[in-house]
T-cell receptor
Framework: AQSVTQLGSHVSVSEGALVLLRCNYS??????LFWYVQYPNQGLQLLLK??????LVKGINGFEAEFKKSETSFHLTKPSAHMSDAAEYFC??????????FGTGTRLQVFP | DGGITQSPKYLFRKEGQNVTLSCEQN?????MYWYRQDPGQGLRLIYY???????QKGDIAEGYSVSREKKESFPLTVTSAQKNPTAFYLC?????????????FGQGTRLTVV
């Protein structure tokens, strides 16, 4: 069965600092992995996705993630945080029946 | 613009009442999903449908019902059997079953029991 684990329910950074949000996955098939962002009282917006092509995936708003099979990880990074990055971030894996299995989310706070 | 429309945005229900949440998409997607979101628990799948007139239970289907009579529409009914219905409900769709592509989400409906 597929699953994802997001380490750290809350992450706080200063504006301009590196953002690192962690995601580890478990999958019985080659994984398709996704990062979504959610702003308060809104739906989820896709940041980026890994579908077995390049291991370093670039997404919107300056975010990127690297697929590391040996570590079963797909961590999300951004070199320099902006106040507008404050939101909740979800990692997800697609199982072989097309359902998305979500992690519990990481709330990112950005301080000036 | 193509997208997923959920209505209403806020919904209040009295205990013992059934309520129906609307989800409409004009993306021509085959698959549609309902998720429930509670603080600290991520998104949990309630029901999903990969084709018209067919749907399957997700992880937390008890107390919920759905229909898929049209490709564009996938309404969710929260019945009185759902003991703790207060939550944020998200509808999503994806292109075709088997493609393992991303899902597109609506803006959500916040349901509160009063």
């Amino acid at each position: 069965a597929q699953s994802v684990t997001q380490l750290g329910s809350h992450v706080s950074v200063s504006e301009g600092a590196l953002v690192l949000l962690r995601c580890n996955y478990s999958s019985s098939v080659p994984p398709y992995l996704f990062w979504y962002v959610q702003y308060p009282n809104q739906g989820l917006q896709l940041l980026l996705k890994y579908t077995s092509a390049a291991t370093l995936v670039k997404g919107i708003n300056g975010f990127e993630a690297e697929f590391k099979k040996s570590e079963t990880s797909f961590h999300l990074t951004k070199p320099s945080a902006h106040m507008s990055d404050a939101a909740e971030y979800f990692c997800a894996v697609s199982d072989n029946t097309d359902k998305l299995i979500f992690g519990t989310g990481t709330r990112l706070q950005v301080f000036p | 613009d193509g997208g997923i429309t959920q209505s209403p945005k806020y919904l209040f229900r009295k205990e013992g009442q059934n309520v129906t949440l609307s989800c409409e998409q004009n993306l021509n997607h085959d698959a549609m999903y309902w998720y429930r979101q509670d603080p600290g628990q991520g998104l949990r799948l309630i029901y999903y449908s990969q084709i018209v007139n067919d749907f399957q239970k997700g992880d937390i289907a008890e107390g919920y019902s759905v229909s898929r009579e049209k490709k564009e529409s996938f309404p969710l009914t929260v019945t009185s059997a759902q003991k703790n219905p207060t939550a944020f409900y998200l509808c999503a769709s994806s292109i075709v079953p088997g493609a393992r592509t991303e899902a597109f989400f609506g803006q959500g409906t916040r349901l509160t029991v009063v």
